[in-house]
């Protein structure tokens, strides 16, 4: 019997093992000396909740699925019907097929059709890659038809900081700015994280913050890389890193969510914010021929 999930692939380098999947180009399981990190989904299993997949051509919202392009409005289909929403994108189900393929990496690839909603035509690409510093993935999008699209993306791996819950985890995230949604999930306004439950930016305990929130305006390195830092009560865990072409992350504790509950973290690597094909918010317009590549990953913290 075939996995829901379709083929696995499995990469590895010394301790590290990490499980790519067909449908979705989605990451399965990414374990380090045995370690899982990911709060993933099993070989029999579809993915549930989001996991590890890809969020393209949008990540997140857009509210009533219906936005404007080049003087023309697109009506996308709403498969977050009862918040009346379009959520993240449009390559989650379909299948992926391997380009490149070696023992630590994996090169995945889909063209993305002309449909209702999304008139347009990308040629997508996702590198997973495993090197002595943790795991890299790199997006490239690239606009495969005769005329200008819209474009954005994100991931939404789970991290586990440990066995226990999100409770018992430091957090440290370098953000200043946080969007407030409204019930159904839409940016309704953004403000400061000073003085507020959501002020990371010094590590601290999650404790009983809910979190279903994104963030912007991050903290960079000199490298222009920000660091979303997870650890556990003995001072390991794992680090999330973005490049700049991700200037918004979504973190979530999942408590809505039975399957999730706060036993782990999503943190979404996003390059516009939710509802960004609606308000034109940070979303790239790619030329025909045109490319973008964006980078993140996961590198593991020693106590």
Not at 165 to 194: F, H, Y
Not at 271 to 283: E, H, I, S
């Amino acid at each position: 019997m075939n996995a829901p999930s379709g083929e696995q692939i499995e990469i590895a380098l010394g301790e590290q093992r990490a499980v790519i999947v067909e449908v979705g180009a989605a990451i399965r399981s990414y374990a380090d000396a045995g370690r899982e990190l990911l709060d993933g989904f099993g070989a029999e299993e579809m993915s549930t909740s989001g996991r590890g997949q890809l969020l393209i051509p949008w990540p997140n919202r857009v509210e009533q699925g219906s936005y404007e392009f080049g003087g023309k409005r697109h009506q996308l289909a709403l498969n977050e019907p009862e918040r009346g929403n379009a959520i993240h994108g449009l390559v989650r189900w379909v299948g992926w097929t391997v380009a490149e393929r070696e023992p630590h990496r994996v090169v995945m690839e889909h063209q993305l059709r002309p449909q209702p909603g999304y008139p347009f035509a990308l040629a997508l690409a996702v590198e997973y890659a495993l090197s002595d510093g943790g795991l890299v993935v790199r997006t490239t999008a690239t606009n495969a038809g005769p005329d200008a699209c819209p474009f954005g993306s994100g991931a939404h791996p789970y991290l586990r900081a440990g066995p226990a819950t999100v409770d018992e985890v430091v957090l440290q995230l370098p953000a200043s700015t946080v969007l407030r949604a409204n019930e159904n999930g839409i940016p309704a306004g953004s403000g400061p994280v000073d003085g507020t439950v959501h002020d990371f930016r010094r590590p601290r305990l999650i404790g009983d913050t809910v979190l279903d929130h994104a963030f912007t305006d991050l903290e960079r390195g000199d490298d222009g890389v920000a660091r979303v830092q997870l650890r556990d009560a003995a001072g390991g865990g794992l680090e999330l890193w973005v490049d700049e072409s991700y200037p918004y992350l979504m973190v979530f504790t999942g408590d809505p969510l039975p399957d999730v509950n706060r036993r782990s973290l999503a943190v979404e690597p996003m390059t516009c914010p939710p509802n960004a094909l609606r308000t034109g918010d940070a979303v790239v317009t790619l030329e025909p021929g045109q490319s973008v590549t964006s980078t993140w990953g996961i590198t593991v913290l020693a106590a």
